[in-house]
């Protein structure tokens, strides 16, 4: 009888966990995806979508349960989009997280790392710091909530809780000033309809900034929401009008107007105080990014004397906390609004010794060489996709000592960790911080650390006592790079090393230094390496 089919069901033991959260069953070699489960667990489970070694199932009754399990305490478990952890305890959480970062490292980045405990949050319950509404008119009324599981379908969620309940009394509050005076919702399939989403911020303090999210550029009734919204929490701080037009999935506009009161918040962060607006990054849990900014603070090393590269700094809060223990920071960040917020925190926060830059990681590389600065530790904090290809090529040209990456996705760190260590920069420690309790979200601190070039490179040359013809002299352009890697603690590409024998009159093979685009913009090399490489071409006798 064929049992691997759509409907049928299987009795299913569960050995692992997805990058989702979803349980891992295997059945004759094939792997079977269920939600809902825990580790050692026995399910009956239905098969729902099947392709040739691969199945989802919905698990059906449990025959063997894991002492992990706990009661849902959330009557939308399983139908709203945000948790995936939330029948098991939440140690057995961060140890499916934990696995989940070693066996990134491990399978995809070739890296044997032996992690320590996740870092877990004190309480994981209503840590997040800003939460963003979609609005709908559904069949069953007006809904102001989240999305339903891989769907753009709104569910009407009068509380969550991983969100403060001030956030939770200022939702009820707009609801019903919505239904009170018929002011529409947006219509995803029309683009008719006003209100798109609500928007709230909120800090330690205890206050609350609201952005209305709206397909036009004015808001009817704008007195009583404020009255309704400051009624229903007294320590709001501001209402503010984004105008979103546009047909698309992106949730704010560029155009923000205030209503009533500031249009931002402060906040505390590692003993510094930060400004944030609608649209300023923040993480969203305050609590465990300090935990983790500690932890990448560690890996950095920093005795007060060096001089760091933090790349994607965003409004400077990793850069700030670096300050504190460096000589100086430079931090980069190709959002200038974001810049210029980095700026006016390290001023408001009195940090003397970080400046900001406006560009991506290439242009911050190139602009620090020509100014001859040289970063002994370089921070990375990219978004999910993590680093673009070139950039690991980048920053290990630089030389720095240490690398500290911090990761939001344990796969593209681990690809990343992988091209930096074929670049001379291993992984060397690893810790992961759990940011976003009862989800699938992991963060995740590496250390990459460059090789010791005495350790690993040994060439001996010693030309004096041989007799050796100008053609046999010529040394590889690995043992070039080796030679100034070694004189000189600048990694330097065949690239930059062709163009340097070009200048000399020195054959070059065909396919250095050529594009495969006619328009294409080659880097040329900067002075203080082609002074490097000129000196190693002299000392084996090249030139």
């Known amino acids: 009888m064929e049992v691997w089919k759509k409907n049928a069901s299987l009795t299913l033991e569960i050995t692992g966990y997805t990058a989702e959260g979803m349980g891992v069953a295997r059945w004759d070699g094939r792997v079977v995806f269920v939600p809902g489960t825990i580790l050692g667990e026995r399910w009956e489970v239905q098969l729902l979508k099947i392709k040739t070694n691969v199945a989802w199932g919905r698990a059906v009754r449990l025959l063997a349960p894991s002492p992990e399990r706990v009661a849902l305490d959330c009557p939308l478990a399983g139908r709203c989009g945000g948790c995936q952890y939330r029948h098991m305890t939440y140690e057995e959480e961060l140890r499916a997280k934990r696995q989940r970062v070693q066996d990134a490292l491990s399978r995809v980045g070739g ?4 992690l320590p405990q996740v870092l877990g949050a004190e309480t994981p319950l209503r840590y997040r710091n800003k ?24 569910l009407d969620v009068d509380d969550c809780l991983l969100q403060p309940e001030a956030v939770t009394t200022l939702r009820r509050a707009f609801k019903g000033w919505m239904e009170r005076y018929r002011v529409p919702a947006y219509d995803e399939g029309t683009c008719q309809g006003l209100i798109r989403h609500l928007y709230v911020r909120t ?6 900034l609201c952005c209305v999210v709206a397909n036009g550029t004015r808001l009817p009734h704008a007195p009583e929401l404020v009255q309704a919204l400051r009624q229903a929490v007294p320590s709001l701080a501001g209402l503010v009008l984004n105008t979103n037009t546009k047909d698309t999935n992106v949730i704010l506009g560029p155009n923000y107007r205030t209503i009533w009161g500031r249009d931002f918040l402060e906040e505390r962060l590692c003993g510094m105080t930060f400004r944030l607006s609608v649209p300023s990054f923040f993480q969203i849990n305050r609590a465990q990014t300090e935990r983790l900014y500690a932890q990448a603070l560690e890996f950095a090393g920093l005795t007060g004397r060096e001089t760091v590269l933090d790349l994607y700094c965003g409004i400077g809060t990793i850069s700030l906390a670096l300050a504190q223990r460096a000589g100086q920071v430079i931090g980069a960040e190709i959002v200038p609004e974001a810049v210029q917020d980095a700026q006016a925190n390290a001023v408001r926060n009195q940090v003397p010794n970080a400046r900001f830059l406006c560009g991506d990681a290439g242009e911050a590389a190139f602009q620090l060489a020509a100014e001859g600065v040289r970063p002994q530790v370089i921070c990375v904090d990219p978004p999910r996709k993590g680093l673009a290809p070139e950039v690991p090529e980048i ?33 060397v420690k690893a810790r992961a911080v759990d940011l976003f309790p009862r989800t699938a979200h992991v963060e995740t601190v590496v250390l990459l650390s460059k ?30 790079k080796a030679y100034v ?3 000189y603690d600048l990694k330097v590409s065949s690239l930059y090393i062709s163009q340097v024998k070009r200048k000399c009159g020195l054959e070059v093979g065909q396919n ?32």
């Open 395 to 427: 920053l290990a040209s630089m030389a720095p000592e240490r690398i500290v990456y911090v990761s939001c996705d344990p796969a593209t760190l681990a690809r990343d960790v992988k091209r930096f260590g074929e670049l001379g920069y291993p992984a």
């Open 451 to 480: 090789l010791n070039t005495k350790q690993h490179i040994e060439v001996e040359l010693n030309l004096d006592e041989l007799d050796l013809t100008a053609a046999e002299s010529k040394a590889t352009y690995d043992e070039i």
């Open 203 to 208: 800090n330690q303090a205890g206050e609350a």
């Open 485 to 487: 890697l070694e004189k």
């Open 111 to 114: 890296v044997s790392l032996e």
């Open 512 to 543: 250095y230094n050529l594009s495969k685009k006619e328009d294409a913009k080659v880097p040329q090399c900067p002075p203080e390496k082609e002074a490097a490489i000129m000196d190693a071409l002299k000392h084996f006798q090249m030139i």
């Open 131 to 154: 939460v963003q509404f979609p609005v709908a008119q559904e069949k069953r009324g007006l809904a102001v909530g989240y999305y339903r599981a891989r769907s753009h379908d709104v």
